[in-house]
T-cell receptor, first 113, second 113 residues
Framework: DAGVTQSPTHLIKTRGQQVTLRCSPK?????VSWYQQALGQGPQFIFQ???????QRGNFPDRFSGHQFPNYSSELNVNALLLGDSALYLC????????????FGPGTRLTVT | RKEVEQDPGPFNVPEGATVAFNCTYS??????FFWYRQDCRKEPKLLMS???SGNEDGRFTAQLNRASQYISLLIRDSKLSDSATYLC??????????????FGKGTLLTVNP
């Protein structure tokens, strides 16, 4: 049973650029949530997708956007990158009916220079 | 006031010691509570759920006091392999089937030989 997978593992970008991160949920899961974890902090909720729509959103600017595909996989897009966007980006999958029980992927470490 | 606050740490303890982590949450409408463990540069993994009646899993005991909005985790007979960051997590049901996990900042534990 494949767990949550994310790609790429690491990424280095320059300020002002755009980035796309990808996530494949655990088999059987229909809901994907994205989190940002800065160094020394706990994960911060960005948004959640179900049935290809954004269901909930945390306190993140519109530069952060996402998408969910019919196969439940998801992308996180960040435009106009800032130095402060450097963080570990975590994807978590769950069933909508039990979205409190989330399984995390290994994350994508984004460095903005 | 932060939604979820934890002991700042770090904790350095010898093998065999008992260590306690404390956590408070601000939203009295919170519904479920968890402790996650995160190893260095890895994703968070669910350690245990926390119930009002208290629950135990081997050397780990979790307690919840809803009246005080307080959660604790006790590790007895600590092992070197317990070294990790422990994250207190609170689940809010914001309406319908919308669940949102809110993480504390985490407390770093190092168990020394």
């Amino acid at each position: 049973d494949a767990g949550v997978t994310q790609s790429p593992t690491h990424l280095i970008k320059t300020r002002g650029q755009q980035v796309t991160l990808r996530c494949s949920p655990k088999s059987g899961h229909d809901t994907v949530s994205w989190y940002q974890q800065a160094l020394g902090q706990g994960p911060q909720f960005i948004f959640q997708y179900y049935e290809e729509e954004e269901r909930q959103r945390g306190n993140f600017p519109d530069r952060f956007s996402g998408h969910q595909f019919p196969n439940y996989s998801s992308e996180l897009n960040v435009n106009a990158l800032l130095l402060g966007d450097s963080a570990l980006y975590l994807c978590a999958s769950s069933l909508l009916a039990a979205a409190y029980e989330q399984y995390f992927g290994p994350g994508t470490r984004l460095t903005v220079t | 006031r932060k939604e979820v606050e934890q002991d700042p740490g770090p904790f350095n303890v010898p093998e065999g010691a008992t260590v306690a982590f404390n956590c408070t949450y601000s939203n009295s409408a919170s519904q479920s509570f968890f402790w996650y463990r995160q190893d260095c540069r890895k994703e968070p993994k669910l350690l245990m759920s926390v119930y009002s009646s208290g629950n135990e899993d081997g050397r780990f005991t979790a307690q919840l006091n809803r009246a005080s909005q307080y959660i604790s985790l006790l590790i007895r007979d600590s092992k070197l392999s317990d070294s990790a960051t422990y994250l207190c997590v609170v689940n809010y049901r914001s309406g319908g089937s919308n669940y949102k996990l809110t993480f504390g900042k985490g407390t770093l534990l190092t168990v020394n030989p």
